[in-house]
């Protein structure tokens, strides 16, 4: 069975910025300060990327005195992958390359 891929994840994921903070949060937990300074972005640029991936599931939460830090939720990306993986294998097995509809 063909698994779907979540477009809107695919447009979430497809800024920049936004797979920048997903590679650094990949690495460690990092609150609004250490991204500010890893990525050169303004702090309320910064927060709006973050809201989309946090809306998206992509991140989550952590709340620590007045910070908040990010945490990666790699079973997210790993459903995306599994999607992307499951098209790849259905073109490889269908041919899809050789396949032509007529016009």
Known sequence: MLMS???DLMKVLA???RMRIVTLLARETLCTTHLTAETGARQTNLS???R?????GVVETEPCGRF???RLRPEVLESLSAGLADLAAT?????????????
């Open 91 to 103: 073109a490889r097995a269908t041919g899809a390359a050789q396949n032509r509809r007529p016009c």
């Open 5 to 7: 891929v979540d477009d």
């Open 15 to 17: 800024d920049p910025l």
């Open 52 to 56: 989309l991936l946090r809306e998206a």
């Open 68 to 70: 908040t830090y990010y």
């Open 48 to 50: 709006n990327h973050l």
